[in-house]
């Protein structure tokens, strides 16, 4: 995971039920990217307290996150994807607010 410099944030809510399939299925339909690019795709629920992680590396990781307690400030504009480092995403896992221009529509 070293090598991964880009982060791409699915905004909005995706249904966490999905599993690996349905997730690079969403990053290539909807995010309009490569889900085997060496970059992690974070998704994340409804209640803003989970998030799911799909990543290509020799073959598909899928990491699960779970908060005990609090939301997380994740972006609601599900029209957008949000490009982030990982830095930014420890960021996130923290509790902090993204703010970055770095969008793309789809």
């Keep these: 995971m070293d090598k991964v410099k880009d982060v791409y944030l699915?905004?909005?809510a995706t249904d966490l039920?999905?599993?690996i399939d349905g997730l690079a299925l969403i990053?290539?339909?909807q995010l309009k990217k490569d889900s085997y690019q060496n970059a992690l795709f974070v998704f994340g629920n409804k209640a803003m307290n989970r998030l799911k992680v799909l990543h290509f590396d020799e073959g598909f990781w899928l990491y699960y996150y779970?908060?005990?307690n609090g939301k997380l400030k994740?972006?609601?504009n599900?029209?957008?994807a949000i490009k982030i480092n990982k830095e930014e995403l420890k960021w996130l896992l923290k509790g902090y607010e993204i703010r970055t221009?770095?969008?793309f529509k789809f």
């Design 10 to 12: 699915a905004c909005g």
């Design 17 to 19: 039920r999905k599993s």
């Design 27 to 29: 990053v290539e339909t």
């Design 66 to 68: 779970r908060l005990d």
């Design 74 to 76: 994740w972006p609601q």
């Design 78 to 80: 599900k029209d957008e």
């Design 101 to 103: 221009i770095s969008k």
